[in-house]
């Protein structure tokens, strides 16, 4: 009979250990809560709110145009600010190459532009023109202001200009610099009859005759190899078995 009311006594009152434990758990219990209503409080806290966006390294571009990619996160907690999302979106403003995306405490945000650089202007059969960069992306018609631009142009009469365009523009974005930089004018009436004029280092020039836009990395060898060769004209539309002339 001792026995038992001794073990009763102790399953009653429980073990010390099993009592600390229990203040532990209760104690970080609580202390999840108040971090959580911090937190809670902090995301809705009316001076942790995006009101201030500065945007840096416009040129051509309209800052208006990147700044109407925020206009969706004004209001809204800068910890909860979606940097990367909203760099994506203002790289698919024209013109915009990149972009960087930077939380500025307490209620702001810090946009940084790396714009297109424009390398061609595009020049189609009803006379309109389009500036592009080095991927062939058109740009913003302000791109060209002041830009030594390489003139493409689609043949007066082409039987498809926008076939020929086409294969302006993807011959110049696979170019590689070495051969670009030497471009003086392309032209093309389809999309497979693209010729370009080469300035060489003498003074002189040398017409390309490239053909498609197929193999262009490949063409593009062919012709840094052969562009001291004797001819005015170097033929790679088979860049296998290229000719010169």
């Known amino acids: 009979m001792v026995q038992a009311a001794g073990r009763f006594r102790e399953i009653v009152a429980g073990r010390p250990w099993r009592r600390r434990r229990r203040a532990i758990i209760a104690g970080a219990s609580g202390l999840v809560v108040l971090l959580v209503a911090a937190v809670l409080v902090a995301i809705f806290l ?20 990147v700044r109407s990619v925020l206009d969706q996160d004004l209001g809204d907690s800068v910890l909860l600010l979606p940097t990367t999302d909203i760099a994506e979106r203002v790289e698919a403003v024209p013109g915009v190459e990149s972009a960087e995306v930077h939380r500025s405490w307490p209620d702001g945000a810090t946009v940084t532009i790396t714009e297109s650089e424009p390398v061609a202007v595009l020049t189609t059969t009803d006379g309109t023109s389009a500036v592009i960069d080095g991927s062939g992306q058109e740009l913003p018609a302000d791109a060209g202001e002041g830009a030594e631009l390489i003139p493409l142009t689609v043949d007066g009469g082409s039987a498809d ?4 365009a086409t294969a302006l ?13 030497s471009v003086q004018t392309m032209t093309a009436s389809s999309a497979s009859d693209v010729q370009l004029v080469l300035a060489l280092e003498d003074g002189g020039t040398k017409t390309v005759v490239w053909g498609d836009a197929a193999d262009s990395t490949l063409k593009a060898e ?3 190899a052969l562009i001291e060769q004797p001819g005015t004209e170097i033929d790679v539309s088979s860049p296998v078995a290229p000719v010169t002339r």
């Open 46 to 65: 009316p001076a942790l709110q995006l009101r201030e966006v500065s945007v840096s390294g416009l040129g051509y571009v309209q800052e208006d145009e």
């Open 161 to 164: 200009p926008e076939g020929a």
């Open 169 to 181: 523009s993807e011959v110049l974005a696979s170019m590689p610099d070495s051969l670009r930089g």
């Open 222 to 224: 062919v012709v840094l």
